[in-house]
């Protein structure tokens, strides 16, 4: 493996370079943009479970590319310190193994090293030149974040600590020239060196700030939290990271700082020390109670992150599932249907019956995979682009979902009730769909021992938002499955007993996002099912 960059994981900020150099990568490597996708979500994942539950953490990026092998891979190596990691159980590392073409954990008394490896399709030829200017544009990338920045600077004064050691003053004139605080600590909790700025700021310097504890800085109530929090991050050898407010001395106002401590490994793999800096966030702090306080910045504030959040998840849905829903995926398939309809019909006397067995299964498999696209390209298209909103009165809503399931409803001998619906100003298609899902599955899962009766009416809840409940006497669910079953390809129940795709729920959480709405339910076995879907109050 050729090594291209390498990423230290400590926070959740880390994140976000990961995210980008892989993306990065990839791009450089040729691979399409939702492979690229696809590629840097199984790193993240990775990365988010080793900031989670290890310590002393690094991603290294590189590329196998032997000139013997045709096939070329980009490798993603997770190092961790945590021996243990692999007894916490966490469906990161799942979902991830899913992503790429090959994924090894391997666990040695230093810890644990993951790997993952993502084929780099076509047969053009990378040779060490290239990956040289690779190499170069990782080293000439620009900072994403302060974040990013001071912590490429204090990585840059590690390294110069380092070949400096014969020399404090040097030493101490770099750190002093840097506009925050910089200090070491031994596991006593004793400063060994600080910066300029430590007694500049807190107007003690290092001996009196060892012998009172830092009590004067600190507030008395965190003071002993503080302490509890370093003595647990000494015995578990694991990076310190804390907000905390420190007193300054020039205005006596307590200042919010970034405390971050990361251990100094020996060749013997004992902690020499500690090596850490403090960051003024207080303008970040200030900033987030300001939003809190104030209602207008808080609903633009959460506005954008919807935004994001909804972009996020139309890029990831559209790229993962349009393409494998598109014509070029459907007309094999409906030749397949075809066929296969075909060979049944015309041969199927001259065919003994475990042949039978066999097209009867074939016939059913693609039938349910000619739905399963169907429903694909149905979720795919749910988005905002060129839609209207429409004043729409939802019992004509709810009358033309209930003639599409007619059959349905009569073949089971159903009662739909719908009381005294809203106008509300909605999507009307979408809409449409949203109580066709609902009324399908309230007759689909019902009892055999009674005839379904499904209920449909709106009610007022006390923020003024309007209540949509589909409520049926079906079989129901436990709900310890609640959080999983508005997600797509979840299913509750067996595909031999209740036919169907796992996508029809799905969509209906997708629909009300689009609405800026909720949905829930509610259930005993046995019993039937509550769905509450949930839309803004009207204007």
């Not at 032997?66 to 916490?88: G, H, M, S, W, Y």
């Not at 994924?103 to 047969?123: A, C, M, W, Y």
């Amino acid at each position: 493996m050729q090594e291209i960059t390498r990423i230290t994981l400590e926070t959740d900020m880390d994140l976000v370079l990961v995210h980008k150099r892989t993306m990065k990568l990839g791009e450089l490597a040729g691979l399409s943009l939702a492979a690229q996708t696809t590629f840097a979500t199984a790193v993240s994942e990775v990365a988010r479970h080793v900031i989670e539950y290890g310590y002393n953490a690094a991603l290294v990026l590189g590329i196998r590319a032997d000139i013997k092998d045709p096939e070329k891979f980009l490798i993603a190596k997770v190092f961790d310190r945590n021996v243990n990691l692999t007894e916490k159980i966490n469906e990161n590392l799942v979902y991830a193994r899913k992503l790429v073409d090959q994924f090894t954990l391997d666990r040695t008394d230093k810890g644990v090293e993951i790997t993952l490896e993502f084929k780099i399709p076509g047969s053009h030829k990378i040779i060490s030149s290239r990956i040289e200017q690779w190499i170069s544009a990782f080293s000439v990338e620009q900072p994403l974040s302060p974040y990013d920045e001071i912590k490429r600077k204090n990585k840059q004064l590690h390294e110069l600590a380092e070949k400096l050691k014969d020399s404090e003053t040097q030493y101490r004139e770099v750190t002093n020239a840097l506009p925050l605080m910089i200090f070491s600590l031994n596991d006593e909790g004793e400063i060994l060196y600080s910066n300029s700025w430590l007694q500049s700021f807190t107007g003690y310097d290092a001996h009196q700030l060892n012998e009172n504890k830092w009590k004067p800085i600190l507030r008395e109530e965190e003071f002993s939290i503080a302490w509890e929090f370093w003595w647990q991050h000494v015995a578990e050898r694991k990076p310190f990271k804390r907000e905390m407010e420190l007193r300054n001395q020039h205005t006596g106002e307590f200042i919010w700082h970034l405390v971050s401590l990361t251990p100094v490994m020996s060749e013997t793999a004992n902690i020499s020390y500690w090596t850490g800096s403090m960051v003024d966030i207080h303008a970040h702090k200030v900033m987030e109670q300001t939003l809190r306080d104030n209602k207008e910045l808080q609903e633009t504030k959460l506005l954008l992150e919807e935004k994001v959040k909804e972009l996020n998840r139309s890029n990831q849905e559209l790229e993962q599932f349009a393409y494998a829903a598109s014509h070029d995926l459907q007309e094999p398939l409906r030749k397949i249907v075809f066929y296969s309809d075909y060979l049944n019909k015309h041969y199927a006397e001259q065919t003994d019956e475990r042949g039978k067995l066999y097209f009867g299964n074939m016939m059913s498999a693609s039938q349910r995979m000619t739905q399963l696209i169907h429903d694909l390209l149905n979720f795919s298209r749910i988005y905002r682009e060129n839609l209207h909103l429409v004043k729409t009165d939802l019992n004509i809503i709810a009358s033309e979902a209930m003639n599409d399931l007619d059959l349905a409803i009569k073949a089971k001998h159903a009662r739909v009730e719908v009381i005294s619906l809203p106008v509300l100003s909605v999507y009307p298609m979408q809409m449409r769909q949203l109580f066709q899902n609902l009324l399908s599955n309230a007759i689909k899962f019902s009892d055999e021992q009674r005839s379904p009766v499904v209920k449909v009416y709106a009610k007022e809840n006390a923020e003024q938002q309007i209540q949509l409940i589909f409520e049926d006497n079906g079989v129901g669910f436990e709900e310890k499955y609640l959080d999983k079953m508005f997600s797509l390809f979840q299913r509750l129940h067996s595909r031999e007993k209740y036919a169907g795709t796992g996508i029809g729920l799905a969509m209906c959480k997708k629909i009300v996002d689009l609405h800026n709405g909720s949905i829930t339910a509610s259930s005993q076995p046995g019993i039937g099912a509550k769905f509450i879907v949930t839309l803004p109050p009207v204007a």
